[in-house]
């Protein structure tokens, strides 16, 4: 079967991740015979994660239909749209498609999991058209808080489906590229089935700042500083790498870059041309010292709290190069990510502490790459959908993002609030939710993908709560009589040395459980160990209002 | 020593906790032999205090002084300014003065300590001068998000120490009750010392919004709603409740309250008058089915995402009495606590996934009780202090407002941004930094008060991030053999069913470092325990890249 004729074309659309919540961004377009996945990203760890990496979509399906996948499309470089790629490749080695700046991205992260020779990545830009599978796929321009970001059109039958990908409109692009609002209505002229459209910011009104206002106060912050100037910012945002540079290069700074993704990502954008910038103004960390301060900029990489980044070593005087000076002026050119709130400031405030002057939380040094509710709107009114499916976000952006659709004439049993997994069907230019798929959450924790579930989990929640004690007897069944023990080790629970009487009596607690169950010929060793865990359980809750794990060992001779 | 001549009168001024932080608010001013302690709150704990359930101040340095520790006033009823009261008064059981409001709480909080009958709890109000030892003291009312909030004013002969409390200046007070501005300002004619000023709203410009114009977005929603309203809000602000229940009255409905604290605190304030309600309005929860939807408001906690409150409860479908409907509308009137935007925002997606209406993160539903930069700004013009102390905020925020007491006039030498335990002297009018008391965290877990800290902390963060692997071995030393064992057992580190080869290898790897052990003659128990630790992580970061903590256990018979 390929292509059909309108009558029986069979379209299904559903997400794997990233409908629900931030991050892990996967969606399927199945047209008949061809699945077409786009975007493959990760997502960090909720805090009941315990000791989880990152977090990656649940494949299965995909795996089950690997005869049908025809390739991965990938809209932009962020990692919660590229970041499971090195897991899923290793089980779906398909033809990756993305733009150059994408898949130099992709290559390095490939390369560093030894993927990169075995991948068949296929460059496209804005203006390619391509088959995937035996499906028509165009792409249309957008802005966002890194270069060459896409949209992606998947052309049928029914008309077409539009992935807007994370977008906003800047009208101030700091690169001069301006989102292809022309392009985006001769597609909706041509007819959208359905619009997939990023609701991350579905809450917020107005439109979001361009870029380039952000450009003008990092410069006022740069005629301001007198000692050297050190900014904080995503790596992959390289607008605003590119102003920080331009700043520097306006006051007559040199630059040094610090921080391992930083340096990664500034130097294979310079290879692909995707930042401008003299040799001459980039110095390394180590040479600092022979400029003094006013000529210095340092760009690095932390803006989130991340307690190993090169900002928070900083802040702890913990970095090799480079120690805060009272008269540094330190620039955080970015907002904390809802989660990250109390780790941003703290760095924040050790910052503070060493006297520098620092620049947090004013508007004019951030702005959002996501478009706020007027610019999702404008995309809507482009594209005129005839369904609507919100993505990106979580369900109250969603919810809010239908309720604008429905504001610009979307019908409302046309507007479909999908979670994970959710099927819609399109035949005869009519949809439907039709059933499920799995879905779910793959846990990454060290080399491990998936071998980190509830009851590890549930596991670690307990230990991190009150501790464990591990209570060790042996015995000798033919004489029913305690040879050694029971010694008693606590972990996390309380300090041994101030709750000796604790555990001794705890001690002499097991002692008597043991002896009256073997007068009582108890012997099964589960019992036994039940027996034990309930008495000390009770004992410990009552003394110290707290539920250790108990872990009761019974050896036998 | 009592009384003294100005030129030998030496005051002394700290903070035990509230500095460098929010919450845990413990202020103490020594004037001569007279040491007054300025409330005594808790803090809950941060995310890297595992299993702690709450903070409070080492008042080390109150045991050790207690016989000049003449007593302990309080600024108003919340948490962080009373929660450690259980603590502090079985340590040091010295007059507690507040207003009836705020005594009325500390009643039934300590009651639920048993500690009520045998504290002396003396009623103030913003009119009463004091003795408090020889030391006279003065109050003076403010605005807060809790009624019957007082600031502090300490005079010694070298001028008034003030202390604000949490204030605001709302213009349209709910209940009519003003801020002092008079008294401040005669106050501050006679001479202010040193002002200590609350922080917290020091980075937002302008003035806080009035809590009337909360009540006035409340109604409007309550107006809109067809089905029952839920409102969800802190318990302790008694003005936002009576505005519920006024719109409630307004369009008819009973109210009825749900929620542990929020039916203390309504009770309190009902018995005390600071809330006014007809009985007839208050139904009970088990009595909402007799009544019509839109007959129906509820007030609830949870506003800050708790895991076992009633909202939580609610979105989950957990809720004994109460389960949401898609007619329902939802206010959450309150904004998260910084650390709380995700636990928030979860619950808020499940409450919108019930089809209710969700009302949230609308500007004109809430409102913050700490006032803004141009509030702080005409403190000081009242106050109008030689010294300044910023106080209630994390360093940042003290930072911000040394800033901005610098631009109403203080000199730059005067503003003293201290850390817990900085002592600032003053001696004839003159004031200098004079070395630290002791002052810290003490931990708070179930019963256990100082129990945890950082060997069990570190414990607890290691057992949380990658588990715990057991090992236990028997030996008999005499023949150098293995009598049983190795057995592994794992918790939170990997499903046993899946990893069978992993601890299957890791046995065999025990053994043979034994056995080459015993061979070389190593036979001292802590020797083999520390080989069997290196053997085993080492194997298993290669195989997993996690370091689960690794427990040998061998047993001699």
């Avoid at 020779?117 to 028509?136: A, E, F, H, P, W």
């Avoid at 959710?422 to 779910?440: M, Q």
Wanted: net charge neutral; charged share 25%; with cysteine.
């Amino acid at each position: 079967m390929t292509l059909t004729k309108q009558g029986t074309e069979k379209i299904r659309v559903f997400a794997l991740g990233g409908v629900g919540e931030i991050g892990k961004n996967m969606y399927v377009i199945e047209v008949d015979n061809d699945l077409i996945v786009i975007d493959s990203g990760l997502m960090f760890p909720d805090d009941d994660m315990l000791g989880v990496d990152i977090v990656i979509p649940d494949i299965s399906y995909l795996e089950e239909n690997r005869e049908r996948v025809r390739g991965i499309i990938l809209t932009h470089g962020h990692e919660d749209h590229i970041g499971a790629l090195p897991y899923v490749i290793r089980k779906l080695n398909v033809p990756i498609y993305g733009t150059k700046l994408t898949l130099g991205i992709v290559k390095a992260k490939l390369a560093e999991n030894s993927l990169d020779k075995v991948v068949d990545l296929r460059i496209i830009d804005c203006k390619s058209q391509i088959l995937v599978g035996t499906t028509t796929v165009n792409f249309f321009r957008t802005n966002h808080s890194i270069p060459d970001s896409v949209g992606v059109s998947i052309e049928t039958i029914q008309g077409s489906i539009v992935h807007t990908g994370d977008f906003k409109f800047d009208q101030n692009p700091v690169d001069g590229i301006y989102a292809d609002i022309g392009k985006m209505a001769t597609i909706g002229e041509k007819g959208v089935l359905c619009l997939l459209s990023d609701s991350t910011n579905a809450e917020r009104p107005g439109v979001s700042m361009s870029e380039t206002v952000v450009g003008q106060g990092i410069k006022e912050a740069f005629y301001g500083a007198k000692g050297r100037i050190i900014v904080a910012t995503f790596a992959s945002n390289l607008h605003r790498v590119q102003q920080v540079i331009n700043a520097a290069v306006a006051v007559n700074r040199k630059v040094t870059v610090s921080g391992r993704s930083m340096v990664k990502i500034v130097s294979i954008a310079m290879e692909l041309g995707y930042l401008k910038v003299d040799l001459d103004t980039l110095i390394k960390v180590e040479d600092i010292d022979k400029y003094s301060d006013d000529e210095i900029t340092i760009l690095t990489t932390g803006s989130q709290g991340e307690p190993m980044s090169a900002l928070s070593r900083m802040a702890k005087g913990a970095h090799r190069q480079i120690t805060i000076k009272p008269s540094d002026t330190i620039i955080i050119s970015a907002t904390p990510i809802p989660g990250n709130e109390k780790s941003v400031t703290k760095i924040v405030d050790l910052l503070f502490r060493t006297g520098a002057e620092v620049i947090f939380g004013q508007k004019n040094v951030h702005t959002t790459g996501h478009g706020c509710q007027e610019e999702l709107k404008l995309m809507l009114n482009l594209m005129r959908p005839k369904y609507f499916i919100p993505i990106h976000g979580e369900y109250r952006m969603q919810h809010e993002h239908c309720k604008i659709a429905k504001t610009c004439g979307v019908k409302d049993d046309h507007v479909f609030l999908i979670e994970k997994g959710d099927v819609i069907e399109f035949t005869n230019g009519e949809a439907k939710l039709s059933g499920k798929v799995p879905s779910g959450n793959i846990l990454i924790d060290g080399i491990g993908v998936g071998d980190v579930g509830n009851i590890v989990l549930r596991d670690r929640r307990l230990l991190s709560k009150d501790g464990i004690l591990v209570v060790v007897v042996t015995l000798n069944k033919a004489s029913n009589a305690i040879i050694s023990g029971p010694d008693i080790i606590s972990r996390g629970f309380v300090y041994v040395r101030e709750s000796e009487q604790l555990l001794e009596e705890a001690g002499v607690l097991v002692t008597q459980t043991l002896t009256k169950c073997m007068v009582e010929n108890v012997n099964e060793w589960s019992l036994l160990k039940s027996n034990i865990r309930d008495v000390l359980s009770r004992y410990l809750f009552e003394k110290t209002r707290r539920r250790p794990m108990i872990l009761p060992i019974i050896m036998e001779v």
